[in-house]
């Protein structure tokens, strides 16, 4: 939540989760062509993970901007969250996350990996490999009659 840029930010604007130091982490994510949207968030008492998406992945969104996870399933995230605050018969409460309660002597240093294309490689598509056995159909080409496949292969 406290980092500049980040996709939960968007938590901010739920006025219900920010009392007594309330401290929140969370993870947006979206999966390829919008058809999932998740959220990962954890407070100090509760994880809690919301998926907007379908079994089928034919159903998906069409943009990012109905797509993405900081869009479909953070707002369910914080709408639950007001909630679960709100109810104190559940007996979650704000608050900051514990301190460790032993001293963090390992330091980690994950830095994203360096991708480098391979341009060496011959590109699959201008050199096909048929591993069906199946010959392709042609398709007609008026310049050339021999492209025309016979009857029954159209």
């Not at 605050?85 to 390992?106: E, H, N, R, V």
Request: glycine letters at 10%; one cysteine or more; charged letters at 20%.
């Amino acid at each position: 939540m406290e980092e500049p840029g980040g996709t939960s930010q968007a938590l901010w604007e739920y006025n219900g989760l920010w009392k007594k130091d309330n401290q929140i982490g969370g993870k947006t994510g979206t999966s390829s062509d919008y058809v999932d949207g998740w959220y990962m968030g954890i407070t100090k008492d509760l994880v809690t993970g919301i998926w907007v998406g379908a079994d089928d992945r034919s159903v998906h969104f069409t943009t990012s901007e109905t797509g993405e996870g900081s869009h479909t399933a953070l707002p369910i995230f914080g709408r639950f969250m007001e909630k679960v605050y709100a109810d104190q018969s559940l007996g979650y409460t704000y608050g900051p996350f514990p301190k460790p309660w032993t001293k963090i002597t390992k330091t980690y240093n994950c830095p994203s990996p360096h991708i480098e294309e391979d341009t060496t490689s011959t590109d699959s598509i201008s050199n096909p490999i048929d591993t069906t056995g199946v010959t392709p159909v042609q398709e007609n080409n008026p310049e050339n009659p021999e492209s025309t496949p016979p009857n029954n292969q159209r």
